[in-house]
Each structure stands twice: as structure tokens, then as C-alpha cells.
């Protein structure tokens, strides 16, 4: 099975691996505790590679880099989501219309004959109506 990487998440791993060497090579005491800094960088890639490949190639504890990681999680979740929710009240729109519709429809014939149609809504069957108005004789 061939596993398909990022190349720029392998190329961010090789500058961190040479931080890594650099910092060990330079560091005052063998006890020395890797800079959170360098911690962060590992954290964050095991975003994009697989944790056991980012532990490998630091030269890291697979076991303290799950830790690093859960504990990266939990921060970032008690950041991320509010302590405590409001509650907030909602004022509800009446369930009746506020202005009713109106219409006015009047009609004259050749003869003088009017009609006057005022309506609210529902809207009755105007053309029904009309035809039969002007159709009559």
C-alpha cells in the first residue's frame, strides 16, 4: 500500500527535523526540555502526517508526542467554544398578517352598465366574473 503525502508537510519536516538537530547539538544540558516552540511545530504537523512518521523522523517519544497532541486539543477546544451560553429571547411575529390586501376592480360596459368590485384576500375569480360581466347583454 503506498501512502500519498503532502510534499510541502515533508518539506516543512525535514526544516524541523534540522531545528531538532540543531537544538540537541547545542543544548546547555542533556535534560534539557525541548522548547515549546519546536513542540508546536511537531503538534501542528501531525495535522497533515501521520503522527508515528512526525515522531520518527524528530526522534521524538511516540508516546510524549500523542500527549503533546491530546493535550494541544483540549486547549484549543476549551479556547475554541464559549464557557457558558446565553440565553437569548426572541420576540415572535404575529401569526396574522399586519396589512390586509385590498382591491378595488370596476368595470363599465358599452351601455353604461357598471360593476364595482371590492375584495380582500382571499382573491375571488376575477376573470370568471369579468368575462361573464362584459359578455352579457
Known sequence: MKIVT??????E?????????????H???????IPQALWDHAVALTAV?????VA???RLSGQALKQRCAAQHTATSANTYPAA???VELTA??????ATLSALVDLQRADGTRLRIHYHEPQ???EALVRTFLETR
Open 6 to 11: 503532502n510534499p510541502h508537510a515533508e518539506q
Open 13 to 25: 519536516l525535514a526544516r524541523l527535523a534540522e531545528r531538532f538537530n540543531h537544538w540537541r547539538q
Open 27 to 33: 543544548r546547555t544540558t542533556p535534560a534539557e526540555p
Open 49 to 53: 502526517l501521520p503522527r508515528s512518521r
Open 56 to 58: 520518527r523522523r524528530l
Open 85 to 87: 451560553v446565553n440565553f
Open 93 to 98: 411575529l404575529p401569526s396574522w398578517p399586519l
Open 124 to 126: 375571488p375569480p376575477l
